[in-house]
């Protein structure tokens, strides 16, 4: 995707929330099916899929990962020829980022990664269509991400550089982005700073939105405890929102966890977003399987 591609599906996304999009007598994918592979637990993830796909006038099959067995009971470019045959799309939520790429290139049908380890990008553009809903611009927006460079902070980080909002990591130290991101993002967007720092008050200075998430994602249960002591000065609460914006927007992909990475006050302080953003998901994964399964179904 690139930066003309991501501003037509924001729009697209802003259009269908809005109820501008132009009327059909026909759903755009009535009669198509979404498959949805999930070897993570979710509940927003597999709600706005589905119900983006029913929106949109299509059916959705739900498929737990230990049931299909990915690369276990039969080869991933078996089973991506194979599903291919049954289904106009197909929604990923993996451990292993490695697995929707070998899912692409095998299947014949558009694969949309709906969150693997590496990467949530369906998320970050819902958050990029929540801030352009609420300060009316992306360009020259500054977004503080305060926690680690987990997939969320990742695909932030590149939905940022192509859409030219001014993104800044607030991170302990040994939790920054990994190197082997780092140095992809810059073969990608030369001259486009990949910006951490040590301070989350400094980060947070000016900021017009201030975004976190939980300490440890899944996967990562046994650091939980580790990772709380180490997080605790990085919570978003009054005071460092005190040191963004004063209209700045507090943002979480949530599942929250009061009281560790977020305090209360501000998860359902007036400067919250969380609903919204999380409605969000919804309409950007509309406009998105509406122009893979149209595009690639087209008469």
């Not at 049931?67 to 020829?81: C, H, P, T, Y």
Request: with cysteine; aromatic share 8%; charged share 25%.
């Amino acid at each position: 995707v690139d930066a003309e591609e991501a501003q037509a599906l924001l729009e697209r996304s802003v259009a269908l929330k809005s109820g501008g999009a132009e009327p059909r007598r026909t759903p755009p994918l009535l009669g198509r099916s979404l498959g949805l592979v999930f070897e993570k637990p979710s509940l927003r993830t597999r709600v706005s899929f589905e119900a983006a796909f029913a929106r949109l006038g299509g059916s959705s099959i739900f498929l737990r990962g230990k049931d299909v067995g990915i690369g276990v009971r039969e080869s991933v470019a078996d089973f991506a020829r194979v599903i291919s045959q049954y289904v106009d799309a197909l929604a990923v939520r993996t451990f292993a980022h490695a697995t929707i790429e070998e899912l692409a290139r095998h299947a014949s049908i558009p694969v949309v990664n709906a969150l693997s380890d590496d990467a949530h990008p369906c998320q970050a553009m819902a958050d990029m269509m929540t801030i352009l809903e609420f300060k009316d611009r992306l360009e020259g927006v500054k977004l503080c991400f305060v926690g680690d460079g987990n997939n969320v902070a990742r695909s932030l980080a590149v939905a940022s550089a192509l859409l030219g909002v001014e993104f800044v990591l607030a991170c302990p130290r040994g939790y920054d982005f990994p190197k082997a991101f780092a140095v992809r993002f810059a073969e990608h967007f030369p001259g486009v700073p990949l910006r951490s720092s040590n301070d989350p008050a400094e980060a947070a200075d000016g900021a017009d939105a201030v975004y976190t998430d939980v300490w440890a994602s899944m996967g990562q249960e046994s650091e939980a405890d580790h990772r709380r002591e180490i997080f605790a000065p990085y919570q978003v609460d009054e005071k460092l929102m005190a040191r963004a914006r004063p209209d700045a927007l507090f943002l979480h992909c949530l599942p929250a966890h009061r009281g560790e990475e977020v305090a209360s006050g501000v998860l359902d302080g007036p400067q919250s977003r969380v609903i919204p953003q999380a409605a969000n998901r919804m309409y950007f994964q509309m406009a998105l399987l509406e122009r893979l399964v149209r595009g690639s179904n087209a008469e």
